[in-house]
């Protein structure tokens, strides 16, 4: 698994776009410094909403097949307490960040694993520059290979059956490569995804609506049905060498055990996702493919969507990308599909996020078309579950679009205020004071001149 490269834009110009003027607006931020970076506190994630009979079944095919299809033989994980060392140079956030979610594998997760400052160790991160990394795999953001230690032994290794996941069958050495010239949510979300890799699941499953096992990115900080996932990963049950016949025998009892309240669950049962949905998401998503190719792409997966009868998350997840698609071309539209997307997620705690990102594009139409209060109603609800999820690119923007919504209703103090608020989760999502700046004007230009 490699974290992808997909944009997922909030406003309706698109959220890594600059514009090319900068408009005259109140909202202007001064050349003084901006406020420090704002982190988050105390996580608090949701404890999953399936029953154990689910939770068995997303477990086995999480670590017995690969993304492609692939099946594996064997089940693996770190059969000894695990060591970690950073090598490379870290960016500013990220031993901070790794403490706190090793403090989290610890407490959650249970798992015995703590970092070394020297000598080798069974996980390396090497913090390179992301250009080293796109040098290294095109399309990843960051990624982690089996039986390395550095990036300059992956080039050397990389087509040999040792750095190849599916050949895999015992974990003992790894490496993590996370980009250092990023923001501090993209270093921090790399963390997260590829660390559970390394100790966790090698697959991604987008049935999965509450887990950073699924590729459409919108959990990227570790949930509760993760830490569920990784507990019973490294039950003492469970070892290297196991066939999934003999995990399936064990995992009742070690569900119950971790997850009582799971066995008072109905089942609920969920296709898989064909590859001709997955392909269709994967090119309406993916780069080198023109605009034109992407919204065919986006139409597909509604349609597949559609014939499969989902009424669950992937085909809401199917409407906002194609909402996504046409959100310039025809905004009226891309409502229509965000809102139809919003009735599929309904008000599940497992689908907070989802509905966030989908509200912030929302708010952006309204306040386009100067109807502030519309936006309003929106706002605190996805305000809520984007600082829930720690999700400070989302809460800042949220923050940005609902400031620009109070001024349209004639609340500048307070609009001030949640603009101002706003900056230092803005500096964690977005990372360089340009970028920043460039969000804030790119938000303001939303608002209609009158």
């Not at 049962?269 to 792409?297: H, K, N």
Request: positive net charge.
């Amino acid at each position: 698994m490699c974290r992808a490269v997909l944009a997922f834009v909030v406003v309706l110009a698109g959220c890594d776009t600059v514009p090319l003027e900068r408009p005259p607006t109140r909202a202007t931020i001064a050349d003084s410094a901006l406020p420090p970076v704002k982190t988050f506190g105390a996580p608090s994630p949701v404890d999953p909403q399936r029953s154990n009979v689910d939770m068995a079944r997303d477990f086995l095919d999480l670590h017995f097949k690969l993304e492609g299809g692939t099946t594996l033989p064997t089940f693996t994980r770190f059969d000894a307490p695990i060591t970690l060392r950073v090598t490379g140079k870290p960016a500013s956030n990220l031993n901070s960040d790794l403490t706190n979610l090793l403090s989290r594998l610890q407490q959650e997760a249970g798992i015995s694993i703590r970092r070394v400052n020297s000598g080798s160790a069974n996980i390396t991160i090497e913090s390179v520059s992301r250009s080293e990394i796109r040098r290294a795999l095109p399309r990843a953001a960051c990624f982690v290979v089996p039986n390395v230690s550095s990036l300059a032994e992956y080039r050397r290794s990389k087509r040999r059956a040792s750095t190849n996941w599916a050949q895999l069958r015992q974990r003992e050495t790894l490496a993590i490569f996370i980009p250092n010239d990023v923001s501090p949510q993209e270093v921090r979300d790399c963390l997260h995804e590829e660390l559970a890799q390394s100790i966790g699941p090698l697959n991604d499953l987008y049935r999965l609506p509450d887990s950073v096992f699924n590729d459409d990115n919108v959990h990227t900080v570790l949930t509760g049905f993760d830490m569920l996932i990784l507990r019973a990963t490294y039950a003492p049950e469970l070892s290297t060498g196991m066939s999934r016949a003999q995990v399936a025998a064990r995992l009742p009892a070690i569900l119950t055990r971790y997850n009582p309240a799971g066995d008072a669950l109905p089942s609920t049962a969920l296709q898989e996702s064909p590859r001709e949905w997955i392909s269709s998401i994967e090119t309406a998503l993916g780069p080198d493919v023109s605009t034109e190719t992407r919204r065919r792409a986006a139409n597909q997966a509604v349609t597949t969507a559609q014939k499969l009868g989902w009424q669950e998350h992937r085909r809401a997840f199917s409407h906002y990308i194609l909402g996504r698609m046409i959100q310039s071309s025809d905004p009226v539209l891309a409502q229509r599909h965000f809102q139809t997307a919003l009735r599929y997620l309904g008000q599940s705690p497992s689908t907070q996020l989802h509905r966030a990102q989908i509200v912030a594009r929302m708010m952006a139409y309204d306040i386009a078309r100067g109807q502030g209060s519309n936006a309003l109603s929106f706002a605190e609800q996805s305000i809520t579950a984007a600082a829930k999820f720690e999700n400070a690119a989302l809460l800042s923007t949220l923050m940005l679009l609902q400031a620009e919504a109070l001024e349209l209703t004639g609340d500048f103090e307070a609009a001030q205020a949640v603009r101002l608020d706003s900056l230092g989760w803005a500096r964690y999502g977005f990372g360089s004071d340009w970028a920043v700046r460039s969000k804030v004007n790119e938000i303001a230009a939303l608002r209609p001149n009158t």
